[in-house]
């Protein structure tokens, strides 16, 4: 089990659909991050949240929203999503402003857009 | 040319082997090296941390780093069939706003073999 929790493990959804993951962390950190990973591929970062403001947003198209309503937790609003968006969603977190603090992930969200 | 640098395998090896898995980056602002394992449908996992050159040890695993070379390795002692899975180099060099902004490698896909 990883300290950082994600929900759901599995989302399937239409191209016209409304959804949302979620990302809890109880460690203190002040940090946290979403990636999107293909398949045999390296995780992409997409947002970072400092102190819950949104800090390093990696150009990410509209239709991917995220939101940080405390510290511990994230989350990411989808909305019109296109089957090139299926991909691991995966949340991360790590103490703010200390450099010696590595990420830690959740185990992520699969989704898959129909 | 990527920043980072590491061979994607896949790489199969005998239980009880010794295992070396290897990046290579262009950066020389890099100054924070990890190494994750993610098994398949899993997060990546926090293995090794490490700051300065030189090797760090816990259990069976050995990080090294050489920055004059750009050059870090995880060594794998007394492998085995639980070890399957992808390893991931990452790297920082230092904060932006108060998080980490990592670096990845593509990842080695490792099979120890019973």
């Known amino acids: 089990d990883t300290e950082v929790t994600q929900t759901p493990k599995h989302l399937v959804m239409g191209m016209t659909n409304k959804k949302s993951l979620k990302c809890e962390q109880h460690m203190g950190h002040r940090a946290m991050y979403w990636y999107k990973q293909k398949a045999k591929k390296p995780p992409e970062l997409m947002f970072v949240y400092s102190y819950e403001k949104l800090s390093i947003n990696e150009s990410v198209p509209s239709r991917f929203s995220p939101e940080c309503p405390n510290s511990s937790l994230l989350n990411l609003h989808l909305h019109a999503l296109q089957p090139e968006d299926s991909a691991l969603y995966l949340c991360?977190?790590?103490?703010?402003?200390?450099?010696?603090?590595?990420?830690?992930f959740g185990n992520g969200t699969r989704l898959t857009v129909t | 040319q990527k920043e980072v640098e590491q061979d994607p395998g896949p790489l199969s090896v005998p239980e009880g082997a010794i295992v070396s898995l290897n990046c290579t980056y262009s950066n020389s602002a890099f100054q924070y090296f990890m190494w994750y394992r993610q098994y398949s449908r899993k997060g990546p996992e926090l293995l090794m941390y490490t700051y300065s050159s030189g090797n760090k040890e816990d259990g069976r695993f050995t990080a090294q780093v050489d920055k004059s070379s750009k050059y870090i390795s995880l060594f794998i002692r007394d492998s085995q069939p639980s070890d399957s899975a992808t390893y991931l180099c990452a790297m920082s060099g230092g904060l932006i706003q108060g998080a980490q902004k990592l670096v990845f490698g593509q990842g080695t896909r490792l099979t120890i073999n019973p």
């Open positions: 991360a977190s790590s103490h703010w402003d200390r450099e010696n603090s590595p990420l830690h």
